[in-house]
């Protein structure tokens, strides 16, 4: 059973950068569709971005594209989210997910979550 712990989540202010970490352990990145999510107080789970088995293959929610970027190491098997311009509204528990199925914005086609890591923006 694949096991997924995410870490670099902190408080930053408007405008800055963090880089989140997604370490998995149990499978291999290189064998799952990994995807970032994000959970605001009192909202629902929304999608941010997912990249495909390989690597060479990501996709963007609207509200993060051009801002954010996520990638695989390999060697490390881990996933980042590296996240500049940060905006308050980006303030949320954000989650690493995998799954087998195909790439999907949708949290329910990934079956291996972590416990999340918090992101605080501060105006």
């Known amino acids: 059973q694949v096991q997924l712990v995410e870490s670099g989540g902190g408080l930053v202010q408007s405008g800055g950068s963090l880089r989140l970490s997604c370490k998995a352990s149990?499978?291999?990145?290189?064998?799952?569709?990994m995807a970032w999510f994000r959970q605001a107080p009192g909202k629902e789970r929304e999608f941010v971005a997912h990249i495909n088995d390989r690597g060479d293959s990501t996709w963007y929610a609207d509200i993060v594209k051009g801002r954010f970027t996520t990638s695989k190491d390999h060697a490390n098997n881990a996933v980042y989210l590296q996240m500049h311009s940060l905006k308050p509204e980006d303030t949320a528990d954000y989650y690493c997910?995998?799954?087998?199925?195909?790439?999907?914005?949708?949290?329910?086609?990934?079956?291996?979550w972590g416990q999340g890591t918090r992101v605080t923006v501060s105006s």
């Open positions: 997910a995998a799954g087998q199925t195909a790439i999907s914005t949708k949290a329910y086609d990934y079956k291996y």
């Open positions: 149990g499978g291999t990145v290189s064998t799952y569709t």
